[in-house]
């Protein structure tokens, strides 16, 4: 069977020794090269938009990798609550009254509220006025609120001035002189817990663990149901 070709500007099958005179008689003045280099030059667009858009593709499943990555990296520490284990004793010393306390020894039969905190973390002081709220309303209660300073270089004189550009904040506040932030997997702050001394007397337990700010609703009814 003979071999045939298709005219470049018809599409039409032609004999290859017959194509000269089929562009003469059937498209006189055309030239068969610029119609072949207007064709590939349709290809060579074409393919150029086909990487463009395979380009695209692949920076946006590259975007979502690395939102994906960055959300591991950030919440990541959400997966590891401690809710249920034995909360790691720690001791401190209040700040204001210098009176130092152990957990969970000067606190069986009650609940603490443990924050670890930052005096420049603005999450943090956006929280102030929720934990003064709570304070205000369980203080009747067997519920202690405590607050760990975890920022590096932190003194009692800083400390101190912190509090008073915050006269709400006036329950006990500490420094982190036993590295309490690790034992509590402390990834970043506000970080919150509810000790519950009361059902676990001898230990305790843990049955709040959260990572960053929460609403008074939210805390005030885990509290209520423990007591």
């Not at 000269?20 to 498209?27: G, P, S």
């Not at 990487?51 to 520490?77: D, K, L, P, S, T």
């Not at 009650?110 to 973390?121: G, N, R, T």
């Not at 943090?124 to 203080?139: G, K, N, R, V, Y």
């Amino acid at each position: 069977m003979t071999k045939m070709s298709r005219c470049p500007i018809c599409g039409s099958p032609v004999k290859p020794e017959n194509l000269t005179r089929h562009l003469r008689k059937v498209h006189p003045g055309e030239s068969a090269e610029s119609h072949i280099s207007k064709g590939q030059g349709r290809k060579a667009k074409a393919r150029a938009g086909i990487r463009r858009r395979e380009g695209a593709v692949f920076a946006g499943i590259a975007m979502v990798i690395v939102v994906i990555i960055v959300i591991a990296i950030v919440y990541g520490g959400q997966s590891d609550s401690m809710v249920g284990d034995e909360p790691p004793g720690f001791s401190i010393v209040d700040v204001n009254t210098r009176i130092p306390y152990t957990v969970p020894n000067n606190f069986h039969g009650e609940l603490v509220f443990l924050e670890f905190f930052s005096p420049d973390c603005g999450a943090c002081i956006a929280f102030i006025p929720i934990m003064a709220q709570l304070e205000q309303s369980f203080h009747s209660e067997p519920v202690n609120f405590i607050s760990i300073d975890v920022k590096a270089g932190e003194t009692d004189a800083s400390l101190l001035s912190f509090l008073a550009e915050h006269p709400d904040a006036k329950w006990t506040h500490a420094l982190d002189t036993s590295n309490m932030a690790s034992a509590y997997n402390v990834g970043g702050t506000p970080k919150l817990f509810i000790l519950d001394l009361i059902e676990e007397p001898e230990f305790g337990i843990v049955k709040y663990d959260h990572t960053g700010a929460d609403t008074y609703n939210n805390i005030a009814s885990i509290l209520n149901d423990l007591l």
